[in-house]
């Protein structure tokens, strides 16, 4: 089945990863809406450039840690397109901080973005796929199985994001939706340098077993497959896009 003239949802797609996806969906023939936070010209840059792919872009903010806020952008979708086909989970922010200094502030920060807001988009976004089916895609890190220096609230919010997919991949599965999540090793961009120094990026490239940082277009290739018929039978799957980096860990530790 083809995906031309399908409608995607892309959180957080102004920049990086999700940029990447927005642009691959749209190279399919998929209608993007562009959704971001605080970055209103990269958004708008996002749009002109799936424009410029021949397909229809709409730009919508939204901080999707906000219930409000996620409720007044499906509202808008409805009121624009009354459908939607595509849904994919990819803004995230977090707190990178030791145990010791992690508050209530930032875990709820961190937790509300990452991992309610699948909750709350996937409760909306159903309900504009009734009767036509859909497909829901997360962007999740090896944080989520693997432990990272600072990295705990995201970490276990990816892991909170993770359990929530197979459990909405059950549900949703009678209404012909498909959720599932690609989970990337380091992928060279602005998060990347928050959260880490250089050295991580270097030590990646070293350690990546294929050779090379996972590029955003490399987690795009395995969303938008996600996207496709061929991938109907995957349900509630977390797929690992890392050059092979977490299944060579051990050996490479033993070096
Ligand atoms: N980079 C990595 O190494 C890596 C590895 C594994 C997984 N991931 C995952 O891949 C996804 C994308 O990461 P990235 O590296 O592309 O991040 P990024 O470059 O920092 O971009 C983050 C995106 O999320 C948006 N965003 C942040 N908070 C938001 C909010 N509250 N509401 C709506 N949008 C929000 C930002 O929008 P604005 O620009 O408007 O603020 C931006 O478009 C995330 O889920 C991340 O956890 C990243």
Not at 15 to 24: M, S
Not at 145 to 152: D, K
């Amino acid at each position: 089945m083809s995906l031309q003239g399908k409608l995607a949802l892309v959180t957080g797609s102004g920049r990086g990863i999700g940029k990447a996806i927005a642009l691959k969906l749209a190279s399919q023939g998929i209608n993007i809406i562009v959704n971001y936070f605080r970055h209103r010209e990269s958004a708008e840059q996002t749009a002109k450039d799936v424009e410029s792919l021949g397909v229809k872009a709409d730009v919508i903010k939204a901080n999707v840690g906000d219930p409000d806020k996620i409720d007044e952008m499906f509202d808008m979708i409805g009121n624009k397109f009354g459908c939607l086909d595509i849904l994919i989970n990819n803004a995230a922010s977090g707190v990178g901080r030791p145990v010791a200094d992690i508050d209530v502030k930032a875990w709820e920060w961190t937790m509300d973005i990452n991992a309610r807001a699948l909750l709350l988009c996937a409760q909306r976004a159903t309900k504009l796929m009734e009767g036509r089916g859909g497909k829901i895609v997360s962007i999740s890190s090896l944080g989520s199985r693997f432990v990272l220096p600072n990295y705990t609230i995201v970490g276990v919010s990816k892991a909170a994001l993770e359990a929530l997919t197979r459990y909405l991949a059950i549900e949703l599965a009678p209404q012909n939706i498909c959720v599932n999540t690609v989970a990337a090793s380091a992928v060279e961009t602005e998060a990347l340098k928050f959260y880490f120094k250089e050295g991580l990026a270097k030590d990646s490239r070293q350690l990546t077993p294929a050779g090379r940082m996972v590029v955003p277009e490399d987690v795009a290739n395995v969303v938008a497959f996600l996207c496709s018929e061929e991938a109907f039978m995957i349900r509630g799957q977390t797929i690992i896009v890392d050059g092979g980096t977490s299944v060579g860990l051990f050996a490479l530790a033993g070096k």
